[in-house]
Nanobody, 124 residues
């Protein structure tokens, strides 16, 4: 069982940066893959970025490639999403999720555990 808590969201101007954190409980976090998804008002939840259990393999949505960076610190049971050059279209609730298979994937189905989300608002 893994519990996830996101933090670091907020209001930022376009072009600014934020770093989201995902704090995990449970000793098995280091063997899980970690993903970030987001959901804007009136839209479906969409994939943002993922990293495998070791942190060595990452995957990004085309819309954030080159601007966002996913990472993890297994010693701290924490994952991160560094978001740079933010745009108004990045406004959404951001969720982190844990995949027990340890891989990194852009589809929601392998992710068995989800956080409650943190709001990111980018003003123009």
């Amino acid at each position: 069982q893994v519990q996830l808590v996101e933090s670091g969201g907020g209001l930022v101007q376009a072009g600014g940066s934020l770093r989201l954190s995902c704090a995990a409980s449970g000793r098995t976090f280091s063997s899980y893959g970690l993903g970030w998804f987001r959901q804007a008002p009136g839209k479906q939840r969409e994939f943002v970025a993922a990293v495998n259990w070791s942190g060595r393999s990452t995957l990004y949505a085309d819309s954030v490639k080159g601007r966002f960076a996913i990472s993890r610190d297994n010693a701290k049971n924490t994952g991160y999403l560094q978001m740079n050059s933010l745009k108004p279209e990045d406004t959404a609730v951001y969720y982190c999720a844990a995949d027990p298979t340890g891989g990194r994937t852009g589809t929601p189905s392998p992710y068995a555990y989800w956080g409650q989300g943190t709001q990111v608002t980018v003003s123009s």
